[in-house]
């Protein structure tokens, strides 16, 4: 490892290699729990190389909350999980002052945040004062109890996940929150060839409950990731691949199906994302194919349908698709 002028340390390309091997790694032993999720868990590596948070969506059942229990343990990380239900408080999720009677003084009690890995189980199932109680620690990495910031380790991701806003009891995620995600991926029901591999492996006696026996083992670690996220930070992103980010966002704007665009955090993360997949795809550089392989994940969940458009069965991806499909490429 070197330094430049200014301090900051720079890889060697020995480094960047050894340091994206084991971030595929983990890819290999995420897939000894789950099936035919791997765009999934790519998306999940992605915002963890972006400082970035994660929301999952699908129908329960499809291994969301097993995907990130096999993520964690595969990385080495420190993982909670809070179930989000309609009687859930702020406090329960960020922590809070308890009165100790011994002392006759107030101790502040660390709530489940306090992790690397915050697994947030069907968080539209919560009402919104109680899925704001996480926005200071997505934005700000850190929470605050009676006026006193107290900062979360590092790294730290919250991977939330939620079922389709059409079911039963849900409550729709404020679109401040929704902006918070780096990344919104979808969960689709697996192909007749994965859904017969899950039946198989839970015939021959797999346990979701533990992985250890899975075979999930630890490839990477903490510092492993440091290193990959220095990495990703020197890929190169030429003006035109900035202008190509921008063009794309600008046209979510204009487009007659979308009451509300993509803001410039949505053109960042755009950017940020896009040098994370070219770099674990072992480039140096960005291009447009990397830009439009993470514009759906992105961009989906920080627009909004015009009202006819909703009535119509108009679908969001859809209309990004179009945008994709008429803005000019650069060469």
Request: charged content about 25%; proline content about 7%; glycine content about 6%.
């Amino acid at each position: 490892m070197s330094e430049h002028g200014t301090g900051q340390q720079v890889l060697d390309p020995m480094e960047h290699d050894s340091a994206r091997q084991a971030l595929l790694d983990v890819r290999h032993e995420v897939a000894k729990a789950v099936v035919g999720q791997d765009a999934t868990v790519t998306g999940l590596l992605i915002a963890l190389l972006s400082h970035g948070h994660v929301l999952l969506e699908g129908v329960p059942g499809v291994a969301k909350t097993l995907l990130v229990r096999a993520l964690s343990a595969a990385l080495d990380l420190e993982t909670k999980r809070v179930q989000f239900t309609p009687d859930l408080m702020p406090g329960d999720v960020t922590g809070s002052l308890v009165y100790d009677s011994h002392t006759s003084e107030f101790t502040f009690r660390e709530g489940p945040v306090f992790t690397n890995l915050l697994l947030a189980d069907e968080i539209n199932r919560t009402p919104p004062k109680t899925q704001a109680s996480l926005l200071e620690a997505m934005e700000e990495r850190q929470v605050s109890v009676d006026g006193e910031p107290r900062q979360l380790p590092s790294p730290f991701l919250v991977a939330a996940t939620q079922n389709p806003v059409e079911y039963e009891g849900t409550y729709p995620l404020p679109e401040a929150q929704l902006d918070r995600f780096l990344l919104k991926l979808t969960m689709p029901l697996p192909e007749r060839a994965d859904e017969m591999e899950v039946i198989r492996r839970h015939a021959a006696g797999f346990d979701p409950r533990d992985l250890a026996a899975a075979g999930v083992r630890a490839v990477a670690d903490a510092r492993d990731l440091e290193r990959a996220r220095q990495a990703v930070a020197s890929v190169d992103v030429a003006p035109e691949i900035i202008g190509y980010i921008v063009d794309l966002v600008r046209a979510t704007r204009t487009a007659p199906s979308f009451l509300l665009g993509v803001s410039p955090r949505g053109a960042t993360a755009l950017l940020n994302t896009s040098r994370a997949w070219a770099w674990l795809s072992g480039r140096a550089f960005v291009t447009p194919d990397d830009v439009k392989a993470l514009a759906l994940p992105c961009l989906r969940h920080r627009v909004a349908l015009q009202p006819e458009a909703q009535m119509d069965g108009v679908q969001v991806d859809d209309v990004l698709g179009s945008i994709l499909s008429s803005v000019p490429v650069p060469r």
